[in-house]
């Protein structure tokens, strides 16, 4: 009898985007504080993985001076 081949397991095949909150909202533009609560970055330090879809990247590019981005 022949061995039967069992699938892997799903593995996610999609790039992700690692931001990292490294300076102060604070006397920043509302719209700039908007755009940091989209990103789920609420505290200094805090990092949060999103997709890496042009969306996220223009988020990205508009706070890109408080962020630190790498990949997860």
Do not use: C, N
Request: no cysteine; hydrophobic share 35%.
């Amino acid at each position: 009898m022949g061995t039967v081949a069992t699938p892997k397991s799903k593995q996610s095949t999609a790039q992700g985007v690692r931001v990292t909150l490294m300076r102060s909202p604070i006397g920043t533009p509302q719209s700039h504080r908007l755009v940091l609560r989209g990103l789920r970055l609420r505290h200094i330090r805090q990092t949060a993985v999103h997709p890496d879809t042009p969306q996220v990247r223009g988020l990205i590019k508009k706070v890109g001076y408080l962020l630190e981005v790498g990949k997860p």
